[in-house]
């Protein structure tokens, strides 16, 4: 009896480590959705995942919209059937000049990272993991800036966002034990090679100035790991000089 494919569902997909989650993961047979604004990217990323034999399909959304999310899940599940792996790692050049160092920060810096670090994966999250502890199986992995565990006080708004993100991954994490669901956090202490705010950062700035970026590669091996072996809540990857 052939067993049904699984389905992982990367919700802030790009070029960097969207693309290489989607790409790790489907090498393990998962079929693969990826989820962000533009469709003619999506439609691109999903056939270079073809050209390795990797089923993937994009699906466009707002990931700020959250009325619209449970659109998007429903797309999703009618297309590839119930998510198995739920991967969330919005970013993007355009957190850049949001960021607000924490002496500056007011109530409304808090928006826009709260809003899509902490109330649209908490969306998600209500919509996807009944299904999953219902099977018994599932999981639920973000991947944050490492500002979330560790001070970082120039991107004042960012971190608190990441930090309560955190708290509640951490907390569910520790609520899902037992029920066959887990959830886990990659913390991201660098640039990310390929991805569009590398490209972003490298038009304006010297490279030369620059840490190496991390390997996106590696970021999703370490994805992997925390998957496949469920034996601890989270990662930290940095570069040598972070």
């Given at each position: 009896m052939t067993a049904t494919p699984r389905t992982l569902?990367?919700?802030?997909?790009?070029?960097?480590?969207?693309?290489?989650?989607?790409?790790?993961?489907?090498?393990?047979?998962?079929r693969v959705a990826l989820v962000a604004r533009t469709s003619s990217r999506l439609n691109a990323l999903a056939a270079d995942l073809a050209q390795e034999g990797i089923e993937a399909a994009g699906f466009s959304a707002d990931l700020a919209d959250l009325d619209a999310l449970p659109d998007t899940i429903k797309a999703i599940t009618s297309r590839f059937g119930p998510i198995d792996v739920l991967h969330y790692?919005?970013?993007?050049?355009?957190?850049?000049?949001?960021?607000?160092?924490?002496?500056?920060?007011?109530?409304?810096?808090?928006?826009?990272?709260?809003?899509?670090?902490?109330?649209?994966?908490?969306?998600?999250?209500?919509?996807?993991?009944?299904?999953?502890?219902?099977?018994?199986?599932?999981?639920?992995?973000?991947?944050?800036?490492?500002?979330?565990?560790?001070p970082i006080p120039?991107?004042?708004?960012?971190?608190?966002?990441?930090?309560?993100?955190?708290?509640?991954?951490?907390?569910?994490?520790?609520?899902?034990?037992?029920?066959?669901?887990?959830?886990?956090?990659?913390?991201?202490?660098?640039?990310?090679?390929?991805s569009d705010t590398a490209a972003y950062v490298a038009e304006r700035w010297d490279p030369a100035t620059l840490p190496d970026p991390l390997d996106p590669a590696d970021l999703a091996e370490t994805c992997w790991n925390l998957y496949h072996h469920h034996n601890a809540f989270e990662a930290l990857v940095t570069t040598p000089s972070t």
């Open positions: 569902a990367v919700f802030g997909a790009g070029p960097g480590l969207g693309r290489s989650v989607a790409r790790r993961f489907g090498q393990e047979g998962f790692a919005p970013a993007g050049p355009d957190w850049l000049p949001r960021q607000i160092p924490i002496r500056d920060m007011d109530t409304e810096a808090l928006d826009f990272p709260l809003g899509l670090l902490l109330r649209t994966p908490v969306t998600l999250i209500r919509h996807i993991l009944p299904g999953m502890i219902e099977r018994g199986r599932g999981a639920i992995l973000f991947a944050l800036t490492a500002a979330a565990g560790s120039q991107i004042g708004n960012t971190a608190v966002a990441a930090s309560a993100a955190r708290a509640y991954l951490h907390n569910l994490h520790t609520d899902l034990a037992g029920t066959g669901v887990y959830a886990g956090l990659l913390q991201v202490g660098g640039m990310i090679g390929g």
